[in-house]
């Protein structure tokens, strides 16, 4: 049972836009800042969205993020093939004093 | 380019201990390194890091007990030991720099190492 909460699944074709849903709590999502990662299937994850909604550098502006109270949201437009992946929203969380993530949501592009 | 590079695969007895490497020279000595692992099929799980400014290693509640991470300034490496295997450690572990302690701010992570624990 994971402290942040996500879809196990979400889809779409090509060119869709999709979201992918967290939520937590007062003592992590709701204070402090949300940072998502993909992760392709078999290979180690990649740093996609911190501080709620910045992309890092080489991450497409297809990419968005958003926090609101205790969710936070990471949406995809223009869907491409190569996003199907595993997407982790995680934060630190002050009543754990430590990290924590979302279960993962699986992405599929039909 | 930064890179971490991690040891290799490990297969373990229950009962025994895995120590996990991971080489990054100049990234271990001068930033805070993350350990997270993930059992097949499943999510991520923080375990633990660093914390260069303080001297001090800030540890997963639930690993509290038997995990030592460290780092050897000396040869830019740092090390994930845990302790007391059981079947359920089985997963890979990766190595993160994190460049917030206070956040989960992993910019680059290492390639990942599998453990797995079979009598």
């Known amino acids: 049972q994971s402290v942040l909460t996500q879809p196990p699944s979400a889809s779409g074709t090509p060119g869709q836009r999709v979201t992918i849903s967290c939520s937590g709590s007062?003592?992590?999502?709701?204070?402090?800042?949300v940072f998502w990662y993909q992760q392709v299937p078999g290979t180690a994850p990649t740093l996609l969205m911190y501080?709620?909604?910045q992309r890092p550098s080489g991450v497409p502006d297809r990419f968005s993020g958003s926090k609101s109270g205790t969710s936070a949201s990471l949406a995809i437009s223009g869907l491409r093939s190569e996003d199907e992946a595993d997407y982790y929203c995680t934060a630190w969380d002050d009543s754990l004093s430590g990290v924590v993530f979302g279960g993962g949501t699986k992405l599929t592009v039909l | 380019q930064v890179q971490l590079v991690q040891s290799g695969a490990e297969v373990k007895k229950p009962g025994s201990s895995v120590k996990v490497s991971c080489k990054g020279s100049?990234?271990?000595?001068?930033?805070?390194i993350a350990w997270v692992r993930q059992a097949p099929g499943r999510g991520l799980e923080w375990m633990g890091g660093s914390i260069p400014l303080f001297g001090s290693v800030n540890y997963a509640q639930k690993f509290k007990d038997r995990l030592t991470i460290t780092a050897d300034e000396s040869t830019g490496t740092a090390y994930m030991e845990l302790r007391s295997l059981t079947p359920g450690d089985t997963a890979v572990y990766y190595c993160a720099r994190n460049l917030d302690t206070s956040m989960p701010y992993f910019d680059y992570w290492g390639q990942g190492t599998l453990v797995i624990v079979s009598s």
């Open positions: 100049a990234i271990i000595n001068r930033n805070a």
């Open positions: 007062s003592s992590n999502i709701g204070s402090k800042s």
């Open positions: 501080n709620n909604d």
